[in-house]
């Protein structure tokens, strides 16, 4: 379920040289996002949120765990500990700051016009600021969200699995994961939810509703189409990649066609 078509060969190339190439979960989703996209092509919104730069902490530029390190501690993350024991475990990974991703989230905002964008990065990535947005409805009114964070797969409890934003500062309920399970009870109308973070794209399968992780939680609440990565990612490259994207979007092609163009230049270069 993990199996990457573009990769898959096609008279002798990949066949991403063929065709673009995009994802459904399952053909019940399809027809509710078919729906969707007649209902949201008709309101009036902002272009585009990004938030990215998050204060994870000491200003370190490698992670405090090592990745077997990490793995570890992930997967002491349990069904049988119950829902606090499960995020305090979450609580004790030390993420390193990703300065890449304020530059990130700059120069992709830089692509729409002024007063279409809004940029929150440092204390302003956090889970309050999105929660707030959420409350007051603003958080709907944008087409396209952005989000240049680290992202965390949880592979016992994928509910829990989530993008981090700032750790730092952070008063309950809120603690800066925003999981599979909190994403639900979000009421977005975006387009397009770009997710700038490692292995986003992951999940349970379940039958009749294929990945049920982050990307399906966008789906409940409201979202089109994202983008996700099955792997971690490099802080410079990803923010290569989201800019070469985002200026095709602008050029006017649809999401599928702007990634896998994108795909197909990094292919090559």
């Not at 459904?24 to 996002?33: A, G, N």
């Not at 500990?81 to 300065?99: D, Q, V």
Request: hydrophobic content about 40%; charged content about 20%; overall charge neutral.
């Amino acid at each position: 379920i993990y199996l990457p078509f573009e990769t898959l060969t096609y008279q002798g190339k990949p066949a991403l040289e063929a065709a673009d190439i995009s994802y459904i979960q399952s053909l019940s989703i399809l027809e509710l996002l078919t729906q969707r996209h007649d209902v949201n092509s008709k309101a009036e919104r902002k272009a585009l949120l990004a938030m990215g730069d998050a204060i994870y902490g000491k200003n370190k530029s490698r992670p405090e765990n090592d990745e077997d390190g990490l793995q570890k501690l992930v997967d002491t993350v349990s069904p049988k500990r119950g829902t606090t024991a499960n995020e305090a475990s979450l609580h004790r990974i030390n993420w390193p700051n990703l300065p890449g991703t304020g530059k990130e989230v700059d120069a992709v905002a830089d692509l729409f016009p002024a007063g279409t964008r809004q940029v929150l990065k440092k204390e302003q990535a956090s889970e309050k600021v999105l929660r707030n947005l959420n409350q007051d409805g603003s958080l709907a009114a944008y087409r396209i969200l952005l989000f240049a964070t680290h992202g965390i797969y949880v592979p016992k409890v994928p509910e829990l699995s989530a993008i981090v934003l700032t750790q730092v500062g952070n008063q309950a309920p809120e603690n800066g994961y925003i999981t599979v399970s909190k994403w639900m009870a979000y009421n977005l109308r975006s387009d397009l939810v770009y997710l700038s973070a490692c292995q986003t794209g992951l999940g349970k399968e379940m039958p009749g509703d294929g990945l049920v992780g982050i990307p399906y939680a966008l789906c409940i609440a409201g979202n089109q189409d994202t983008v996700m990565t099955l792997w971690e990612t490099e802080d410079e490259q990803a923010r290569a990649f989201s800019v070469a994207f985002f200026k095709k979007l602008q050029q006017g092609m649809g999401p599928v066609q702007a990634l896998s163009n994108t795909k197909r230049e990094f292919l090559h270069g």
